[in-house]
């Protein structure tokens, strides 16, 4: 049997409580009564930074997705003091409850996150090996709430539980000259419809990251404990399953195929005794510059395994807001690839696309472009011009 409690992993001091975990999430509408809003913050893993600091004054729903910041109907959780949060501290299954309030049954479409921006520092980074903070440039948005797109519906006499997962790595641009601006990345997963993943790599990895991914589109990344143990969740459920993809500097990429999620479970892919080991590999960089800088490009490396395999995302990089560049570093050896079964799950290396990638250079308003690096040989530099 491959599920374990998913409630088990949420037992932490900032955990929401079980009891509002196991909650029903109501049918919706808008029969009267009142029902409970329940809130808390998760994160995936950040690059480069051994802190994010995010500090949150309040969450703000409304049953109009076009209602603006001034007007009626607005319910809210506010947090008094607001809560300095270092996001870090976020990975692997923890939340950190920001509360919850009591609003009117009805269908919710627009969910707001508040950030505090009054102090130098109430929202910073530290760089890795680095004891500065660094204030984050934040946009003036950010007084006014950033808005997340999210229905849902609250039944009389019911509770619903929100989980807001604040991606730190996708959310932290560097704008140079040692300066950073926050670009929130944050996805909305409501908690009673979701589960979560867990297993284990080898201890002593070298920043490793495991990601969930669908479609060759991340969903949820966390990096491994001391240990080796991982845990993705909360993870929407999903019968047709995840891509789970491990990547660790120095290492090959491993990926595991059909692994499902069930709600309020958590299904291992490996165990402390057979972790997912990942072979040794050189690495070599892909860089060049994305244009026009204002267009705050994103550029992503996949590879598509042979035999109708999986496209996975090996890695991305956020260009740089002021120069427009991205550096990424990536393996030449060929990825492994196996089939969620019996653990432990046999792993293949798919020789075909060894050193192989497809370059993916987007941004919001812009047509994204793709192009094919090989670093089987040589670092790869590849510039972009993007058109809308």
């Known amino acids: 049997m491959y599920a374990q409690k998913f409630v088990r992993t949420l037992a932490l001091p900032s955990a929401i409580g079980l009891a509002a975990l196991l909650s029903a999430c109501g049918g919706g509408g808008s029969g009267g009564g009142t029902g409970t809003l329940q809130v808390a913050l998760t994160d995936a893993p950040s690059c480069g930074f051994d802190q994010v600091n995010v500090t949150v004054s309040k969450v ?34 923890v939340l950190q409850d920001l509360g919850k309030t009591t609003l009117p049954a009805g269908h919710y479409t627009q969910v707001r996150l508040v950030l505090d921006t009054s102090g130098s520092t109430a929202n910073s980074v530290v760089p890795e090996g680095s004891a500065t903070e660094i204030p984050l440039v934040t946009p003036s948005g950010m007084q006014t709430g950033i808005k997340l797109i999210n229905e849902f519906d609250v039944a009389a006499n019911q509770q619903v539980d929100l989980a807001l997962d604040f991606d730190a790595c996708k959310s932290i641009v560097s704008r140079g000259n040692g300066s950073y601006s926050l670009k929130p990345v944050i996805s909305v997963i409501p908690m009673l419809a979701s589960g979560g993943i867990s297993g284990y ?58 692994v499902p999620v069930t709600t309020g479970a958590s299904t291992p892919v490996s165990t402390s005794a057979a972790p997912v080991s990942l072979l ?45 560049a ?55 530099t590849k510039d972009f011009t993007l058109a809308p």
Not at 288 to 313: D, I, L, M
Not at 353 to 364: D, F, V
């Open 201 to 258: 790599v080898p201890t002593g990895l070298t920043k490793p990251v495991v990601t969930a991914q669908q479609n060759g589109v991340v969903v949820k990344s966390t990096v491994p404990d001391s240990t080796g143990s991982f845990n993705l969740s909360p993870l929407p459920a999903s019968s047709t399953g995840y891509v789970v993809v491990i990547t660790a500097d120095g290492r090959t990429t491993a990926a595991i195929t059909g």
């Open 326 to 380: 991205y550096s990424m570093s990536v393996p030449t050896a060929a990825p492994l690839l196996g089939k969620f079964g019996t653990l432990p799950i046999a792993l293949t290396a798919d020789s075909t696309i060894a050193g192989k990638y497809a370059l993916e250079a987007s941004a919001t308003g812009y047509t994204t472009q793709t192009f094919n690096a090989d670093v089987g040989t040589a670092d790869v």
């Open 280 to 324: 040794t590999s050189t690495m070599r960089a892909i860089g060049g510059v994305v244009a026009p800088v204002a267009a705050q490009a994103t550029v992503r490396a996949t590879q598509t395994y042979a035999s109708s395999g999986p496209k996975v995302e090996v890695t991305f990089k956020s260009t740089d807001l002021t120069t427009g």
């Open 60 to 93: 703000r729903v409304h049953q109009s997705s076009s209602a603006s910041d001034t007007d009626s109907g607005w319910q809210e959780i506010v947090l008094s003091p607001a809560r300095k949060i270092n996001l870090l501290t976020l990975t692997n299954g």
